[in-house]
Nanobody
Framework: QVQFVESGGGLVQPGGSLTLSCAASGVSFSTYVMSWYRQAPGKERELVAIIGAAGGINYADSVKDRFTISRDNSKNTVYLQMNRLKPEDTAVYLC?????????WGQGTQVTVSS
Protein backbone atom coordinates (compact mmCIF):
# COMPACT_ATOMS: atom_id res chain seq x y z
CA GLN A 1 0.00 0.00 0.00
CA VAL A 2 1.37 3.38 -1.02
CA GLN A 3 1.32 6.10 1.61
CA PHE A 4 2.78 9.58 1.94
CA VAL A 5 2.20 10.98 5.42
CA GLU A 6 3.10 14.53 6.42
CA SER A 7 3.72 15.67 9.98
CA GLY A 8 5.20 18.59 11.87
CA GLY A 9 2.72 21.34 11.17
CA GLY A 10 1.31 23.63 13.83
CA LEU A 11 0.96 27.15 15.10
CA VAL A 12 4.08 29.31 15.19
CA GLN A 13 4.76 33.00 15.74
CA PRO A 14 6.14 35.17 12.95
CA GLY A 15 9.88 34.75 12.75
CA GLY A 16 9.70 31.23 14.13
CA SER A 17 10.67 27.89 12.66
CA LEU A 18 9.07 24.55 11.88
CA THR A 19 10.27 21.36 10.27
CA LEU A 20 7.83 19.30 8.23
CA SER A 21 8.35 15.63 7.44
CA CYS A 22 6.81 13.41 4.80
CA ALA A 23 7.28 9.69 5.25
CA ALA A 24 6.71 7.46 2.25
CA SER A 25 5.96 3.76 2.12
CA GLY A 26 5.17 1.28 -0.60
CA VAL A 27 7.34 3.01 -3.23
CA SER A 28 10.94 2.95 -4.36
CA PHE A 29 11.56 6.23 -2.57
CA SER A 30 15.12 6.85 -3.68
CA THR A 31 14.01 7.01 -7.32
CA TYR A 32 11.24 9.50 -6.69
CA VAL A 33 11.25 13.24 -7.24
CA MET A 34 9.86 14.71 -4.04
CA SER A 35 8.27 18.10 -3.65
CA TRP A 36 6.42 20.26 -1.17
CA TYR A 37 3.38 22.28 -2.17
CA ARG A 38 1.15 24.58 -0.17
CA GLN A 39 -2.39 25.79 -0.52
CA ALA A 40 -3.85 28.73 1.34
CA PRO A 41 -7.61 29.33 1.58
CA GLY A 42 -8.94 30.79 -1.65
CA LYS A 43 -5.63 30.41 -3.42
CA GLU A 44 -4.23 27.95 -5.92
CA ARG A 45 -1.84 25.23 -4.86
CA GLU A 46 1.74 26.36 -5.37
CA LEU A 47 5.06 24.58 -5.54
CA VAL A 48 7.30 25.45 -2.61
CA ALA A 49 10.38 23.26 -3.09
CA ILE A 50 11.48 20.23 -5.07
CA ILE A 51 14.32 17.75 -4.70
CA GLY A 52 15.24 15.29 -7.40
CA ALA A 53 16.33 11.70 -7.04
CA ALA A 54 19.92 12.83 -7.64
CA GLY A 55 19.57 15.67 -5.15
CA GLY A 56 18.97 18.65 -7.42
CA ILE A 57 16.94 21.31 -5.61
CA ASN A 58 14.76 24.28 -6.54
CA TYR A 59 12.67 26.70 -4.49
CA ALA A 60 9.89 29.15 -5.08
CA ASP A 61 11.21 32.69 -4.96
CA SER A 62 8.95 33.45 -1.99
CA VAL A 63 10.74 30.92 0.23
CA LYS A 64 14.28 31.01 -1.11
CA ASP A 65 16.85 31.62 1.66
CA ARG A 66 14.25 30.76 4.34
CA PHE A 67 13.23 27.17 3.58
CA THR A 68 15.41 24.10 3.07
CA ILE A 69 14.28 20.84 1.50
CA SER A 70 16.20 17.64 2.15
CA ARG A 71 15.69 13.90 1.92
CA ASP A 72 16.87 10.85 3.80
CA ASN A 73 16.53 7.84 1.54
CA SER A 74 17.39 5.48 4.40
CA LYS A 75 14.23 6.67 6.16
CA ASN A 76 12.08 7.17 3.03
CA THR A 77 11.47 10.70 4.26
CA VAL A 78 11.61 14.19 2.83
CA TYR A 79 11.85 17.26 5.06
CA LEU A 80 11.08 20.93 4.80
CA GLN A 81 12.92 23.13 7.27
CA MET A 82 11.12 26.48 7.46
CA ASN A 83 12.80 29.46 9.10
CA ARG A 84 11.82 33.09 9.52
CA LEU A 85 8.19 32.20 8.95
CA LYS A 86 5.76 34.92 7.88
CA PRO A 87 1.97 35.13 8.17
CA GLU A 88 1.76 34.69 4.40
CA ASP A 89 3.33 31.24 4.80
CA THR A 90 0.10 30.08 6.45
CA ALA A 91 -1.30 27.20 4.39
CA VAL A 92 -1.83 23.47 4.22
CA TYR A 93 1.50 21.94 3.18
CA LEU A 94 1.41 18.79 1.07
CA CYS A 95 4.14 16.53 -0.17
CA UNK A 96 4.10 14.90 -3.58
CA UNK A 97 6.12 11.97 -4.80
CA UNK A 98 6.61 11.49 -8.52
CA UNK A 99 7.91 8.26 -9.96
CA UNK A 100 7.79 6.77 -13.43
CA UNK A 101 4.32 7.59 -14.79
CA UNK A 102 2.86 7.88 -11.29
CA UNK A 103 2.49 10.51 -8.61
CA UNK A 104 1.16 10.42 -5.10
CA TRP A 105 0.06 13.10 -2.65
CA GLY A 106 -0.02 13.18 1.11
CA GLN A 107 -3.03 14.42 3.02
CA GLY A 108 -1.38 17.66 4.10
CA THR A 109 -0.42 19.32 7.36
CA GLN A 110 -1.59 22.75 8.50
CA VAL A 111 0.95 25.49 9.16
CA THR A 112 -0.36 28.66 10.78
CA VAL A 113 1.90 31.65 11.34
CA SER A 114 0.28 34.10 13.70
CA SER A 115 0.98 36.10 16.83
Amino acid sequence: QVQFVESGGGLVQPGGSLTLSCAASGVSFSTYVMSWYRQAPGKERELVAIIGAAGGINYADSVKDRFTISRDNSKNTVYLQMNRLKPEDTAVYLCKGRGFAVEYWGQGTQVTVSS
